[in-house]
């Protein structure tokens, strides 16, 4: 495996940067997609979002001073450029970022790239439901299986109120799942 | 705590530590109707073609900037000779020294109508030679004396002020 201090160094050398960038982006692509998609919902937008923080990542790594890990900063870019393209699209639509992530659940039936039963539907509506921050720490500790210390580091919030969030969603998804 | 030193068994590092988390998070989901897939699929070989992409995709948005780009000295070029047509091209037939009787009087009464100046009557007066000079030589058309009445009586408080006695 390679360590990281390692790697950062080699994309910030001209020489080894291109060789780098490409290692990086095997490593992470993955692991940024699913945390992109869980926002964006649609596969389209998700590739886009992941493209756009790639070259965030490629253009901004002379930036990275290694306060944090290389995973947690590409994670906080990946967060923050699919919360932006959510509030971006619902703008242009001249709708409110919560009537935008709805029309977008609605719209999962008709997508190609989706293929969840009723529940699985259902649990997005679900998820439709909770405040923004909540439905972050949900994606990413029931999804994506982070530790509470690296969603802290991504989202710069105490692991506490981290732990909060997270029960206090996981009582109102089931909540919803359960009417009806 | 007092360690056991007959137990032979060990734990692995942070067990205890992270046990609380662990069980809450079970606790949470115990039993629950919560399906862990979401649904989601991707496009066949999407993440096996991705580096490719993004890497053409790079290559376009970090294309080489030229030092000198053609446009921008154009473009450069192109306002330096517009500031020297309009400065040039303004007095270019002007053979005229500019001077206050080049003015048009409505510019000057424009000017001061448009400009505060915060002068009082007495700075006003310290400027103007009123010793030869008339009302009726600064302004273009004469006052009639039913104006000067009908602004005296619109304006003027108290009459006496106005010291009429003295100059009968």
């Known amino acids: 495996m390679i360590v990281e201090e390692t790697l950062v160094q080699d994309l910030k050398t001209k020489n080894t940067q291109a060789q780098a960038f490409n290692v990086l982006v095997s490593m992470y692509k993955e692991r940024l997609y699913w945390q992109i998609r869980g926002i964006v919902l649609n596969h389209d937008d998700a590739d886009d979002v992941l493209q756009n923080t790639f070259i965030k990542v490629y253009k901004n790594i002379d930036g990275f001073k290694g306060d944090s890990q290389l995973f947690s900063w590409m994670y906080r870019i990946?967060?923050?450029e699919a919360l932006s393209f959510i509030k971006h699209r619902a703008k242009m639509q001249g709708i409110t970022d919560e009537d935008y992530q709805e029309k977008l659940v609605s719209n999962l039936q008709a997508d190609v790239y989706f293929e969840g039963d009723e529940i699985q539907l259902k649990l997005q509506q679900a998820i439709t439901t909770l405040p923004e921050r909540q439905k972050l720490v949900f994606n990413m500790k029931y999804f994506?299986?982070?530790k509470y210390e690296e969603i802290s580091e991504i989202l710069d919030t105490s692991v506490g109120s981290l732990k909060a969030s997270y029960h206090l969603a996981v009582k109102k998804v089931e909540q919803y799942l359960k009417t009806d | 705590m007092k360690k056991n030193t007959k137990n032979p068994f060990k734990t692995p590092q942070g067990y205890f530590n992270s046990f609380e988390d662990k069980l809450m998070d079970k606790l949470s989901t115990e039993g629950s109707v919560m399906p862990k897939a979401r649904g989601f699929t991707v496009p066949e070989n999407y993440?096996?073609?991705?580096n490719d992409k993004l890497t053409n995709k790079l290559i376009k948005e970090t294309k080489v900037?030229?030092?000198y780009p053609v446009k921008?000295?154009?473009a450069f070029v192109a306002s330096i000779a517009a500031i020297a047509i309009i400065f040039f091209g303004y007095n270019w037939n002007s053979t005229e020294k500019l001077s206050i009787s080049a003015l048009a009087n409505t510019d000057i009464e424009a000017y001061f109508e448009n400009n505060e100046f915060d002068l009082t009557s007495y700075e006003i007066a310290e400027v103007l030679p009123f010793t030869d000079t008339?009302?009726?030589?600064?302004?273009?058309?004469?006052?009639?004396?039913?104006?000067i009445l009908d602004y005296l009586s619109d304006n003027t408080i108290d009459f006496e002020e106005l010291n009429l006695q003295d100059n009968e």
Do not use: C, H, V, Y
Request: proline share 3%; aromatic share 10%; no cysteine.
């Open chain 1, 144 to 146: 994506q299986e982070l």
């Open chain 2, 47 to 50: 993440f096996d073609t991705f």
């Open chain 2, 72 to 74: 921008k000295i154009i």
């Open chain 2, 65 to 67: 900037i030229p030092l």
């Open chain 2, 134 to 147: 008339e009302f009726s030589n600064m302004l273009n058309s004469s006052i009639e004396n039913d104006n």
């Open chain 1, 78 to 80: 990946a967060t923050n």
